[in-house]
């Protein structure tokens, strides 16, 4: 898990969220197992044109990251 959460913390810089693919990337996980934590509500998404967005916030509440943007 340290690796994964070194890699949002150094990659997550200004960002407000993270497409699919790349939170995928990111975190380690599969697309299919992102999809069900959506379905169960583990994992918040907005979508932006259609596109589903993990927000910023997200990442804070698992504590990838340590703050919000303000």
């Given amino acids: 898990m340290i690796n994964k959460t070194m ?3 150094t990659t997550g810089g200004d960002r407000l969220g993270w497409r699919l693919a790349e ?5 380690g996980t ?3 197992t992102v999809w069900r ?4 509500g583990d994992l918040n998404i907005v979508r ?3 596109i589903p ?3 910023r916030s997200e990442a ?3 504590g990838l990251l340590a703050t919000i943007i303000t």
């Fill in 7 to 9: 890699k949002i913390l």
């Fill in 48 to 50: 932006i044109g259609g």
């Fill in 30 to 32: 599969s697309r299919p």
């Fill in 23 to 27: 939170w995928t990337a990111l975190t």
């Fill in 53 to 55: 967005i993990v927000p």
């Fill in 60 to 62: 804070v509440r698992l």
């Fill in 37 to 40: 934590q959506i379905k169960r």
